[in-house]
Every structure is written in C-alpha cells, then in structure tokens.
C-alpha cells in the first residue's frame, strides 16, 4: 500500500513538469547554410569571410557613398518590394539581390559609373530606397546574411520580375538572352498572389501608330506604315518573341523596351491587333518573365516557405550559400 502510495505521489509531482516540457519546447530554426570559400572580388573584399564594403552611385545626389555591402542590400529589397510583405519573400529578394551585384562586380568588373561599384540607376542595377528600410526588411536581410545563389560555384544572374502571369519565362525568350540559356533557369508554374494588382495579372494598353513605328526603328524594325500586327513566334511559356507590324519583324523583348516597359507589361500576349490608327494589346503578368516573380514569391511566404525554398522553386539546381557572416 505504502509503495502505491508513494508511487502515485511522483505521478503528481512529474505530470506538470512533463507537460510544461511539452508547452516550452520549440522546433529548431533552420540553420543557416555552412559557411564555404567563394571567390569575393578584390575590389570589395576585406578578407575571407568577411563582409564587403561597396562604393556606390546613388543617382539621386549623383555621388558616390561608401556602405557595408549589407547595407546597401537591405536599400535593394526596400526598393524592390514592399516593405510590408511577408519577411521570407523580402529575404528572398535578399539573396538574389546580393547574388545580382556579386556576378555584376564579378563579371562586369563594376559600374560604368567611374569609382563605383554598382550604382541605384535601374537601367545598370537594381532599385533603391534606403528610406523605406524597415525592421521587417532589416530581420529579412540579417536572417540571410551572406547567402548568395550559386551554380557549378559561380554567382547566377539572379533575375526576378514583379509578377509572371502564371508561368516563368526562359531567359531567351522574356530577355532576348544572347548566349545559351543558362542551365539553372526554369519554366515554372508561379502561383502568383490574388493580392497583386488586377492590373498586373491582366492588362491592356493602346499605342498610336506613331508611337509604334517610334519603337520599331529604335528597336532595330523599319517601316513608313503598317495594316496588321502579329505574333510570329512563341517561346516554351507562351510569350512573344518575335512580333510583327505589317512585314516589319521585330524581337518582342526588344520592342516592350522601346515602347515603354511599364505601358506593354510583359510580352506574355493574349492578343494585339490594328483598330483604325491605334494598336491594342492585351497580355498577362509585368516584367520579362525570367527567375523569380515577385508575387510568387508573396504567395509563397504566406504559405509558409523560407527565403530559400522560394528560390529554389524558380532556379534549377542551384546551391544557395553563406560567403560571410
């Protein structure tokens, strides 16, 4: 009797300590990836391992300003997204936002901006607004310090775009990408987030006849006038590649840049037609397709995946790592 007695007592005092056990504990965090020797270039290393600093160009003061190369990471993702979205799309943008400058410096040897390294002139580099840097995009940055994607130990050309219209591009048919499309781009399904603006997933926008024989020549086509406009051919996701405008044909790529890239939203068309003296096109998503869409990347977050599962969904085969801490 006296050993049940004794046996039920222990019952009592363990049980809440077993359940609290149950209430405190919590699933590790996922590690950061290990820490791997990768070629950082002279021009901006401070030693192995060690975080780089970068001379910029900002635009806005047309001077060159000296930052920690986290930094001015954390100015790219405030500039290209959101500073209130979900933090692993904002650290995802990290990561390919440290990616684009490490192959831009690496391959490029730097800006064309003399004694700087990358500079915030969107038409070389990516944006930037170091005004909308919050706490969400500082523990966004901070949480991927270093990491950078990589293939076969090179830096990818980290490409993102805002929204892909359901499905990502090649790089040879969203970009007029003139050498071979690189091995780690893929076409995907994007789930891209109902969130995004409606106009964005589907628009319209109706040029002049001048406005398109203006694009045209800049973009390499030559005509006086035209009756009918076409797509002549398609890429794996469906998008234009080569337009034409009565029989002037044209690179589509080549020719969203030359009309106005925020007006022709992608070259992912569902339809383009002469009425009288104006073109009409219709289409779906904004950018150029390739790599990551913003808005999938949005849509991922919010579905629970981490900065580096939504990279890994748009790029094939990549390694994603840690250069310094």
Same mark, same amino acid.
């Given at each position: ?32 990836? =290990?820490?791997?020797?990768? $070629? +950082? ?53 990290? +990561? ?11 391959? $490029?040897?730097?800006?064309?901006? *003399? ?29 991927? *310090? ?39 781009? $893929? ?13 964005? *997933? ?8 001048? =406005?398109?024989?203006?694009?045209? *020549?800049?973009? @390499? ?16 996701? @469906? ?65 629970? $995946? ?20």
């Amino acid at each position: 009797m006296r050993l049940r007695r004794y046996a039920k007592l222990i019952v009592i005092i363990l049980a809440p300590l077993l359940l609290l056990s149950c209430v405190v504990r919590r699933p590790a965090e996922t590690p950061p990836p =290990e820490l791997v020797k990768l $070629k +950082i270039p002279e021009s901006i290393s401070r030693g192995e391992g060690k975080e780089p600093v970068l001379k910029v160009y900002v635009q806005k003061t047309g001077q060159i300003k000296e930052l920690p190369f986290e930094q001015y990471v954390a100015g790219v993702v405030a500039g290209e997204m959101k500073n209130d979205w979900p933090e692993e799309a904002l650290a995802a943008q990290a +990561i390919l936002a440290r990616t684009f400058v490490m192959e831009f410096i690496t391959e $490029k040897g730097g800006s064309k901006y *003399k004694g700087a390294h990358v500079s915030t002139d969107i038409e070389e580099a990516q944006a930037w607004n170091q005004e909308a840097v919050n706490d969400r995009v500082k523990r966004a940055v901070e949480r991927t *310090k270093g990491e950078v994607a990589t293939y076969n130990d090179k830096y990818v050309k980290a490409w993102f775009h805002a929204h892909a219209g359901g499905t990502t591009a090649s790089a040879k048919e969203g970009l007029a990408f003139k050498e071979d499309e690189p091995p780690y781009v $893929k076409i995907v399904k994007s789930p891209d987030s109902p969130d995004a603006p409606p106009d964005d *997933k589907a628009w319209t926008a109706v040029f002049s006849k001048a =406005e398109i024989l203006a694009a045209l *020549k800049q973009a @390499g086509g030559q005509t006086n006038d035209f009756s009918s406009a076409k797509i002549v051919e398609k890429g794996p996701s @469906g998008r234009a590649v080569t337009l034409s405008f009565g029989n002037t044909a044209v690179s589509a790529p080549e020719f969203r840049l030359a009309i106005g890239s925020t007006k022709m939203k992608s070259t992912y068309l569902t339809d383009i037609r002469v009425e009288g003296d104006k073109v009409v096109m219709k289409g779906k998503g904004y950018g150029h397709g390739v790599g990551m869409s913003q808005w999938g990347a949005y849509a991922l977050a919010k579905q629970g $995946k981490k900065a580096e599962d939504i990279v890994n969904y748009y790029f094939k085969n990549i390694d994603i790592v840690r250069i310094w801490e």
